[in-house]
């Protein structure tokens, strides 16, 4: 079975710093991966997805997620922290044959500070 | 880009009540999904629908069914709505292939006083 872990419930970063959001996939087949983005009261905006292509994906926003298949990791980055990207981000998995549902980790509040 | 458009932004319902809520996307897309959001919970899966007439549990279904009787509409239905179902309705759809994202609405904020 497939499952999305993503470390830290909450993060906090300063204007300007680094966004590191950690996901972890566990999937027994070769995953596709999704990174969303909520705001407050709105639906989920897609950010970034990788499809077996290039392991490096760079998505909107200057949000970027590098594929690590040793790793199992798919982590979500941003060299440098807005206000505005304050949100609940969800990292979600699928894979081949899937007609079915993404499979979402529990989402990570990102609160930018002044 | 898509447009998935869910009917209503904000609903407040009665318990026992029969509520509907409504989901049109204008992608053509075979893949249409009900989540539902909650603190603590995250997004679970309601139902979703893999062509007209067609559908699928997902891992909440119960107290919920749906209709697709046109590929762009997926209605979800609250057959006697409870409190316990107060909650964020998410609609999303997909195309044909597992390895296309989904699209989401802007979600229902349903409230069953």
């Known amino acids: 079975a497939q499952s999305v872990t993503q470390l830290g419930s909450h993060v906090s970063v300063s204007e300007g710093a680094l966004v590191l959001l950690r996901c972890n996939y566990s999937?027994?087949?070769?995953?596709?991966l999704f990174w969303y983005v909520q705001y407050p009261n709105q639906g989920l905006q897609l950010l970034l997805k990788y499809t077996s292509a290039a392991t490096l994906v760079k998505g909107i926003n200057g949000f970027e997620a590098e594929f690590k298949k040793s790793e199992t990791s798919f982590h979500l980055t941003k060299p440098s922290a807005h206000m505005s990207d304050a949100a609940e981000y969800f990292c979600?998995?699928?894979?081949?044959?899937?007609?079915?549902?993404?499979?979402f980790g529990s989402g990570t509040q990102l609160t930018v500070l002044p | 880009d898509v447009k998935v458009t869910q009917s209503s932004r904000y609903l407040v319902k009665r318990t026992g009540e029969k509520v509907f809520l409504e989901c049109v996307q204008d992608?053509?897309?075979?893949?249409m999904f009900w989540y539902r959001q909650d603190p603590g919970l995250g997004l679970r899966l309601i139902y979703f629908s893999y062509d007209v007439k067609m559908k699928e549990k997902g891992d909440i279904p119960e107290g919920y069914s749906v209709s697709r009787e046109k590929k762009e509409r997926f209605s979800l239905i609250l057959e006697s709505a409870s409190t316990n179902q107060t909650s964020m309705y998410l609609c999303a759809s997909r195309g044909a292939y597992s390895n296309q994202p989904q699209h989401f609405g802007d979600g229902t904020r349903l409230s069953i006083l």
């Open positions: 979600a998995v699928s894979y081949s044959g899937s007609a079915r549902q993404l499979t």
């Open positions: 992608m053509d897309h075979e893949n």
């Open positions: 999937s027994s087949v070769p995953p596709y």
